[in-house]
């Protein structure tokens, strides 16, 4: 069992606080847990090896050694290639090589068998058989076939008699890797206010933008240096609370998966002996400075690009500060604070005071009674309190958990916190870190099985909006696959990823650059990398997935 440090500190004091009695409650939650888990792995590969039980799905099913099969084996080819959606679905990028591999079919005939093919050569590389697997959305029988024991790289697709052909895929080691240092590049690719050379930006170089000063919406006679961070939208727009989000989601994945992020991305800052995430994050982290007022500890919620008409140039207006954007500064400074101190503490220091003033901002200004749910000032509360130690942050984060049912759908914000708290060295309420840890635990395993019982194999749904809530979920995920390390979670989380690569009905590729089939032809507002908010998800889920197996 993969029980990082971590996560280790506050379980092993509730075992040491709770004596037996603490200890034997956490130990039910986990072994309950297990044998469901055990439960459930065993109904998903039933379901795979033997398509529940179901008889072979012709008459005239030969026993054949899956392997390489010569070229006088290869079954007859001669139908036409569909022009249309392929009815094989793949992530089209391609897999791992020692990784699972499998694709899913569908279509009212479905052959017994399934070829790879070499794309190159046209040979036969590997025969398989389907199995029968979960209803589609529209009721439709769906087929698996698994190819796991091909590992041999090289460029290869599917093919079966009926069906016909999927787009091809690559096997191949590496490849995700690749896909997580593109998605980690987007953020540079983003930054305002310094010229983005073309050896690193390549055809996205440009020269510093936004570099003039930026008028107070309430006050146009006052201006505000406030160039640098990232771009949010193609307008330059950006906005504190958004930032702090992705700031947010993108410091755990560094926190819990470090090795999958290197020095060197390809960004100015490679080889500096710090991770290029830290080293990006960084770079939106001294924009977030500028917008605080140093004086109240107030924060503007935000900088809005405006374009003024022909010939006149874009204008820049500072949003008035809000509550709600000081929260989200105090929470990120300081978790980013915490996570840098071991670089440069000088910096790191810095940025734990400007939380700090935020923090005490809004105290002062806030809402004083605690009657709804309130993510952000929560969050900021386990940040400050695991960075610095402060008793008011605890008093409030005790406070929070006691008052404020969670109850409804988690989310992000609550999570960021939630995670914060359990694994803080800090003295903490271990009754408050067993309700968190059994929550994120009955939200993953609820994940789980809709995953599993679902066609695709991811929470059943269509659009964009859908795609955000699967990322989402798979930060879930990703975070108890961490602290319980469960094998099943670990292929929810790359079935995902194959899903969003282009095993999906519309057998669509949402990932830049990749793939035969690009949301690019479909619908250009579906691309991952291209939404600020999507994309820090992708690097969460991807960090796992990269940083999982090279542990
Ligand atoms: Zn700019």
Redo the contacts with the bound molecule.
Sequence with gaps: MRMKAFLYLPVKKMYNNKGNDGKGTYKKIMTRHRIKNVAAACLILILILNGCGAPPLTEDVQEEEPGITSMEEEPDLAYEVPVSLPNILVNQLGYITNGTKMAVFRGGEVSADFYVIKADTGETAFAGTLEKGNFGKTDDQLYYGDFSALIQPGTYYLETPFLGRSYTFQVADDLYAQVLREACRQYYYNR??MSLTSEFAGERAHNA??TGNAVLREDISVSLNV?GGW?QDEM?SKDVVKASENIGVMLLAYELYGGAFGDNMGIPESGNDIPDILDEIRYEIEWLLKMQDPASGAVYSGVTVYEQGTGKGPVSYVEPADIEAAKAFAAVLAKFSYLYRNYENSFATDCLKASDRAWKYVELNGEKELEEADPWKFAAATELYRASGLAACHRFVTEYLSQIDSGGELDEVTFLGYVTYISTKQRVNLDLCERITKELMQTAEEISERAGSSGYLVEEGEGNEHNLKLLQNMMYLTMVDYMIANHEYDIVIENHFHYLMGRNEQAVCYIDNEGQSSYRQTDEAMGIMKQFGADSKLIFMLSEIVGGHTK
């Design positions: 305002c206010g933008c936004h160039s771009h330059g």
